[in-house]
C-alpha cells in the first residue's frame, strides 16, 4: 500500500493463481494505455468509480452537502486482512468522508460478499443521493446478460440477451424485491449453457428498493453496479452517522450455469437461511379450497382429508380474522373472527395437531385495510403523505413499518396469537406495493420500513424461536437473500399450474436453493390460467420442491387421490437427501421439454424429471443428457412407475419403458443420453439413476 493508494479495483476473478504470482506484475499487466482525444489519467473501476478521480461514465457514488455536489478523492488508509477476507478503511479530508468496505470468500462455495459503509466525517448534514454496494470491471467477453423478471402469477421469467452498447438499467421502486425486477443478474460468453462456458451472477441481499446498471465505458469495457435505489432525501447525514449499504454477494462459474446455481445453492444453504428442524413438512393451504369462506365443518374436513393423504402442515390462509369476508376490510386487526371462531383459533389447530399434522397461518401485518380498527385508531401509521389520496392495491394502504409504536403493535398482536394456540407456521404475505412512500413528516421512509420488517420478524423469531415464517409477497414478489434470513420458504408463484410453474421454477433454482420453494398441488384447472392438467404432472412439478397441496381435496375422484398419497409417499421417502442435493435445471434440446435433475450429495443417486411444457417441435425427442454424475461409476437407471408415460403415444416403447433397468457408466449418461419415450404436452416422466456398489 502506498501513501497515496486509492480505492481499490477488480484486477482478477478466475481459477485460482500459483501462490508465488507476482501480483504487482499482474496490476502492470492491466494498466490501459492512454488514447488521444480524452483524459490524461486512466478511468478505472474501482470498488466505487469516482469522477473527482477523472472517472465520467456513471458514477458510483453521488453525495452533497447542501447544494454542494462533493468530488471525492478517496485514500486508502488501512487493509486488513480478516478471517475470510479484506477490510479495507478508506477517507477523504476534504469532503469529510470516511468509507469502510468488506469483501469476504465462503470457501465452500466461492461466493464472495461485499459490504460498504459511509460516514460523514464533515460539520454539517450529508445528502447520499446513490451509492452503490460495489461496482464490478465486466471483462469484454462477458457479452450476454440474463435477468428475472415476470409478473403476478408469472415470476422468475429469464430474459438472456447480447448487451447493447446502450446502458441497461433495472430499478425495482415498489419497496419490495417486486415481481419485475429480481435482484440479481448473470452475464456470460456467447454460447454458455448449463455445463459450459463462463458466467459471472450477482445478487443483493435486500428486500426493498434496488437499482442494477450494466453500462457499456465510453472508452472500452462495461461497469456493473448493483446497489439500493434511494429515494430523494432518504439518507441524510448528520455528522458522525454512517450509511450501511445491503450487501451484494457475487459468484463465478467457468463450468456453465449449473454450476454457478449449485455455488448460490451451497452459500445460502451454509451462510443466509435460519437452522429448521428437518424434514420440511408436506404442506396443506386452505386458501383456493375455500378463500374467504371460513366454515367450520368444510375446514375440519380438509384437515381429515389433508391428513389422510399424508400432510403434516395444515396452513390457514386469509378470512379467518375480524370483519375479513372479503378483501376490502379487516386487515390489521390480528384477531380471530368471533363469529367464525368464538373460541378462537385453538380448536382448529388442535383438532389437526390430534390429526398429527402441525398448524400454520396466514398473515400481512404490513396491510390494513380503511375498514379496520387499526386505521380507525392510527391512521397516522399509514405510509403516505398525510394530506394527498393515494392509490390502493387490492383496497389497502401500508402500515410503515419504520414507526416504532407501529412495531410494537403489530408484535403484540402476534405475538398474542402465537400464545393463544400451537401455531408454528407464519405466512407472512404483502400483498401492495408501496405508491407514497413517506412517513407523517412527509420525507421517504421506504428503506427504513425493510429495516423495520427485519427488525419485527427478527424480534418474533427471538420471542418464539421454534417459529417457521414463508416469505410471500402476492406470490413471489419478495424473495431475496434478505428476507431468507428469516425465512426458511418462499411462495414463489400464486400460479399452480404445473407447466407455468415449470418456467418460473427454472428462473428460481438460477439462484435460489429449491427446498425453500413452496410447490403446490393444485386443482386440475388452475385458477390462474385455467388450464387443465393431470394428477401426475403437478405432482411431479412438486417433487423438487418444498411439497404441498392447494387444492379442494374433498373433491378428487379416487385415482386421483390415491396418485396423490402415492406422490407424497415418494416425497417422504426423498426429502432426506433431496433437500441437500444439487437440482438444478439441465439443457434439452427440444424448447417444449423442460427437464430438471438432482443428484444426491454423495454421487450414489440421481433423479431427473422431462416434462413437455409444450407440444414437442420433433416426434422424436433428443435423448436426454444427464450431467454430473460420476464418470466412471456404473448406475441402475430406471423409469418411475408412479410417472409412467402414456403406452399409447407412440408404436413402440423404449428401453426405459421396459421391466429391465439399464445398467450404464456415467460418463455414457453424460455423453449419449437416454431416449425418452413420446411425450404428449402436460405429461412428464421421472428417471431413477441409482449408483451400483
Known sequence: MTPQARMPQLLYWGEPLPADCDLD??????????PHGGLDVAELVSWLPEPGRGFTDSPGLAVRRGRRHLYTQFILQSAKRSHDGWDFELGDAAAGLGLSLRLGLHADSGVFSADCRLTNLGADELAVDGLATMVLPIPRHLTERQSLGGRWAGEFQTTREPMSSAAWVQEARLGRTSHHAFPGLLLMEPGTHATQGEAWSVQMAWSGNHRLVLQRLRLGGAQLQAGELLLPGEVILLPAESHDCPTLHMARSSEGL???????????????????????????????????DHDDRRLTALAKAAAELGVERF????????????????????????????QGLAPLANYCRALGMEFGLWVEPEG?????????????????????????????????????????????????????????????DMNRDMTHAAGPDGCATARQHVLGLYSLMDELREAFPSLEIETCASGGARADLGILRRSSRVWVSDCNDPLERQKIQRGFLGF????????????????????????????????????????NVLHLSEEDACH??????????????????????????????????????????????????????????APLRVPGLSPNWTYQVSLHPLWWPNPAAGKTATSLQTATPLMLPGRALQTSGLALPILREGSGVLVQIQAIQ
Request: proline letters at 8%; aromatic letters at 8%.
Open 258 to 292: 449449473r454450476r454457478l446455481s449449485l455455488r448460490w445453492h451451497r452459500f445460502i444453504r451454509e451462510c443466509v437461511l435460519p437452522a429448521m428442524p428437518a424434514p420440511r413438512p408436506v404442506q396443506f393451504n386452505t386458501w383456493e379450497a375455500t378463500y374467504f
Open 315 to 342: 396452513v390457514l390462509d386469509d378470512g379467518w380474522f375480524a370483519g375479513r369476508f372479503d378483501d376490502r376490510a379487516g386487515l390489521g386487526d390480528w384477531v380471530p373472527c368471533p363469529k367464525r371462531y368464538p
Open 564 to 621: 396423490l398419497r402415492e406422490a407424497i409417499k415418494v416425497y417422504k421417502a426423498e426429502r432426506s437427501w433431496l433437500h441437500a442435493a444439487s437440482i438444478t435445471p439441465i439443457d434439452h434440446l427440444d424448447p417444449g421439454v423442460s427437464a430438471t435433475l438432482a443428484i444426491a450429495a454423495d454421487g450414489s443417486r440421481a433423479l431427473a424429471s422431462a416434462i413437455a411444457v409444450g407440444q414437442p417441435h420433433d416426434a422424436i425427442l
Open 25 to 34: 506484475a499482474l496490476a502492470r499487466s492491466r494498466e490501459p494505455a492512454l
Open 512 to 551: 435460489l436453493p429449491p427446498e425453500v420453494m413452496g410447490v403446490h398441488v393444485g386443482d386440475a384447472r388452475s385458477h390462474t390460467t385455467g388450464r387443465v392438467s393431470d394428477m401426475p404432472v403437478r405432482t411431479l412439478n412438486a417433487l423438487f420442491g418444498h411439497l404441498g397441496i392447494e387444492a
Open 368 to 428: 390494513v385495510s380503511q375498514a379496520s380498527e387499526l386505521f380507525r385508531a392510527h391512521p397516522d401509521w399509514v405510509m403516505g403523505v398525510p394530506e394527498l389520496d393515494q392509490p390502493l392495491g387490492r383496497h389497502q394502504f401500508v402500515v410503515n413499518l419504520a414507526l416504532p409504536a407501529a412495531r410494537q403493535h403489530l408484535f403484540a398482536q402476534i405475538a398474542a396469537l402465537l400464545r393463544s394456540a400451537p401455531i408454528s407456521f407464519l405466512k407472512w
